[in-house]
């Protein structure tokens, strides 16, 4: 006879198994990596994949690190080069501004390494679909230092107008997040600077030196493309 | 405690897929979502932003018909991972009655794992559950990634860090290719059930 509960799980199995009944997979047993082909980039990839928003200069110093020991075991392969140079100045961004980075910034590095990774693993990929991998990460990257610059301009323009605002006051300005919602909960960027008493001189001199930082990185890049292909 | 509607003869169950930042929760989701969303007839809800992470939570709701009578209908929440969410977290636990730990087998992220349990288990405390009374699934994603070199932990070492007191049912699973990722929701939503009907009595 069949118990209470025995009938409850059958039941319960019966569904779910009419809903979900599929051939399924069942889990291997962690596989162990002896007899692996040597990967060159696992390393980097689980860099890659181990990112988040707790992000420090540790991690970064890693992946940078690989990086330019990758760049220089595939200095002849110049679109798998130009690849990694793109992966090397997000990472030297995000070093710079941790978790104020522009979010756009870690999607891209995903974007980059998955692209880089086809690259590297398809042996039948022609060089013309290789290069079209290449300029399309190419252009996301560009259309992101354009956003940064954007953004670079714009919050200073808010910080002029904030500061302004406070000197004719002359006292502290609400921060626009709701008491039910913990403040540092809301997405980085939406939390206004509230009560503090700005100094313009360094506001400028910050925005400055933000610019700075974007344009060395730039030039780095570009510098970095011109050598490559004058080759 | 599910909540229950004695008139219309209606129970709603609550899983929370828990875990660090990046293991693999809301992939779980996607993957039911994707793979079985003509037969279950729902819609996914995602709060994706900053560089596609959850910011908030995701939320994949569904019916399995009658069970004892019942009209049971299942609600599947993931929290974000993130250390610096706990306040989501702790709201998205309320009125729990299932969990799913997502761990990450990746080498690196050993540490996370074990400081995501305990938070798992802070947070239920506030609710007043214990972690060790409470239906929990135990699930080792990332499996995969050993294939290709990467530094994965064994199922034994991820055991040994996570499951050795509690003892839940565990698997390792590939939330991206789909590896058990349906075994481990059919087991918590048995469980969840036979948990509940315990309750009852």
Redesign the interface.
């Known amino acids: 006879m069949v118990s209470e509960?025995d009938s409850?799980?059958i039941?319960?199995?019966n569904?779910?198994e009419?809903?979900?009944g599929?051939s399924?997979?069942?889990?291997?047993?962690?596989?162990?990596?002896g007899d692996?082909e040597?990967?060159p980039f696992?390393i980097l990839?689980?860099i890659v994949?181990?990112m988040?928003?707790?992000i420090n200069d540790e991690v970064l110093n890693k992946f940078i690190e690989q990086i330019d020991g990758l760049k220089d075991a595939y200095k002849e392969d110049k679109i798998l080069l130009l690849f990694l140079q793109i992966l090397r100045s997000l990472g030297i961004y995000i070093k710079a501004k941790k978790g104020g980075a522009h979010?756009?910034?870690?999607?891209i590095i995903?974007s980059v390494f998955i692209r880089l990774e086809k690259v590297v693993l398809s042996k039948n990929l022609s060089e013309d679909s290789k290069k079209k991998m290449l300029f399309a990460e190419l252009s996301k990257f560009k259309e992101l230092k354009v956003q940064i610059a954007n953004s670079n301009t714009d919050s200073v323009r808010k910080k002029k107008a904030e500061t302004e605002i406070v000197k004719k006051k002359k006292m502290p300005v609400a921060t626009p997040v709701p008491a039910t919602v913990?403040k540092?909960?809301v997405?980085?960027g939406l939390i206004a600077s509230g009560t503090q008493d700005y100094d313009g001189k360094d506001i400028f001199t910050n925005a400055v030196e933000d610019i700075k930082n974007l344009i060395r990185v730039e030039f780095e890049a570009l510098r970095e493309e011109l050598r490559l292909f004058k080759r | 405690m599910a909540f229950i509607n004695m008139k219309k003869k209606e129970v709603q169950i609550k899983i929370v897929y828990y875990g660090p930042g990046r293991g693999g929760k809301t992939s779980n989701l996607e993957y039911i979502y994707k793979k079985f969303k003509e037969r279950i007839q729902t819609e996914m809800i995602t709060v994706k932003t900053h560089g596609d992470r959850t910011l908030f939570f995701d939320f994949l709701p569904f019916d399995i018909g009658k069970i004892n009578g019942y009209d049971v209908k299942i609600q599947l929440y993931t929290v974000p991972g993130q250390v610096k969410y706990n306040a989501t977290r702790r709201l998205v636990l309320r009125g729990v009655d299932g969990i799913v730990f997502v761990a990450d087998s990746m080498v690196i992220r050993k540490d996370k794992n074990v400081l995501s349990i305990k938070n798992l288990e802070e947070n239920l405390a506030d609710y007043k559950k214990n972690i060790s009374n409470i239906p929990l699934v135990i699930q080792y994603n990332k499996m995969d990634l050993a294939e290709q070199g990467i530094p994965v932990l064994s199922f034994e070492e991820l055991e040994k860090d996570l499951n050795l007191v509690l003892k839940a049912p565990s698997f390792s699973a590939s939330a991206i290719s789909g590896v058990n990722v349906v075994q481990t929701m059919k087991k918590i939503i048995a469980m969840t059930i036979a948990s509940i009907k315990q309750e009852l009595k």
């Open positions: 509960k409850l799980n039941q319960v199995e569904r779910l009419d809903l979900f599929e399924e997979t069942n889990s291997p047993a962690a596989a162990e990596g692996l040597y990967y696992r990839k689980s994949l181990s988040d928003w707790e979010p756009n910034a870690f999607k995903n913990h540092e909960e997405p980085v």
